[in-house]
Nanobody
Framework: QVQLVESGGGLVQTGGSLRLSCAAS????????MGWFRQAPGKEREFVAA????????RYADSAKGRFTISRDNAKNTMYLQMNSLKPEDTAVYYC????????????????????WGQGTQVTVSS
């Protein structure tokens, strides 16, 4: 099995920054793509960013482009999300997730395609 654990969430003022981490353990060899998703109260879980574990190519939601940066450290089995210029609209529980096997461009944005999930970390941006 694979275990994913997020950390780094917290309370920050508008315009501030946070860096989220996702540590993976277990049979991580099966994961081909890692992604970040978020869910705000009363809303559906939405895609934020994803990264190809071997090649390092990335994809971002429009809301994240220019403000968020996804990265990974393969040696540490850890993924990061650097969030800058935070807005109250970014307030949500942020989840890291792992996709197994083959994938397509469309699939990396679909939470239903991911097999493994972390417990989530709360990000709150005050106005």
């Amino acid at each position: 099995q694979v275990q994913l654990v997020e950390s780094g969430g917290g309370l920050v003022q508008t315009g501030g920054s946070l860096r989220l981490s996702c540590a993976a353990s277990g049979h991580t060899f099966s994961i081909t793509v890692m992604g970040w998703f978020r869910q705000a109260p009363g809303k559906e879980r939405e895609f934020v960013a994803a990264i190809n574990w071997s090649g390092g190519s990335t994809r971002y939601a429009d809301s994240a482009k220019g403000r968020f940066t996804i990265s990974r450290d393969n040696a540490k089995n850890t993924m990061y999300l650097q969030m800058n210029s935070l807005k109250p609209e970014d307030t949500a529980v942020y989840y890291c997730a792992g996709l197994v096997g083959f994938w397509t461009t469309a699939q990396v944005m679909d939470p239903q395609k991911y097999t493994y999930w972390g417990q989530g970390t709360q990000v709150t941006v005050s106005s």
